[in-house]
């Protein structure tokens, strides 16, 4: 029954809250029985199988989501994750670019693919990948720079060691951000 399902969800729901993600899975595992086209109590078996350790397990869960539901960008980009986990990088990145490609503003599956590019020395894509963030990031205003930015707070981690500037510097200009992608630097030329 439908009621039964709902039941059992809840009840993986506090199981996995518990930290009883064996017994969380089990119990998504029954819903599906129950419900056998429940992409979300797929999605959920495979979190719990993936928190319990068992990554193919939680491979196999996560692919019976999208096979019942293919838009589950959440779902392709767990599978990138436990592959990135085994070191099946190109895998991985496979699974974050479905992702990306069904919700290109999935912010988890767009830092995943830079940093897989990392991960697997892929400059030239990962310039790219960037390019291609600033030309649909265009829609910026000033003041939402510093926000985007915020994440960056020490020196170590890329623009945080800038941050004052930049905030001074935004202060003093609130116009929007004009990206043109075209004339930016091609560092691509200088990579091999």
Do not use: C
């Amino acid at each position: 029954k439908s009621s039964d399902a709902h039941a059992l969800f809840a009840l993986g729901t506090v199981l996995y809250e518990l930290g009883a993600y064996t017994d969380a899975a089990s119990t998504y595992k029954r819903v599906s029985e129950i419900l056998p086209k429940s992409a979300s109590s797929q999605h959920q078996r495979g979190l719990s199988l993936a928190k319990a350790g068992e990554f193919n397990d939680a491979l196999e869960a996560y692919q019976l989501a999208v096979e019942n539901d293919g838009n589950m960008a959440i779902s392709y980009n767990n599978m990138g994750v436990l592959l990135s986990k085994m070191a099946k990088h190109d895998e991985a990145l496979h699974y974050y670019q479905i992702a990306h490609s069904i919700d290109p503003e999935y912010k988890d599956a767009v830092d995943n693919i830079a940093a897989i590019h990392r991960t697997l020395n892929h400059w030239k894509e990962l310039v790219q990948h960037h390019k291609e963030i600033l030309h649909n990031s265009a829609h910026l205003v000033s003041d939402q720079i510093p926000i985007v930015l915020a994440g960056y707070k020490t020196a170590g981690d890329g623009l945080g060691s800038h941050l004052p500037e930049i905030s001074s510097f935004m202060s003093n200009y609130r116009q929007v951000v004009e990206l043109d992608t075209n004339n930016i630097y091609d560092v691509e030329t200088n990579l091999d």
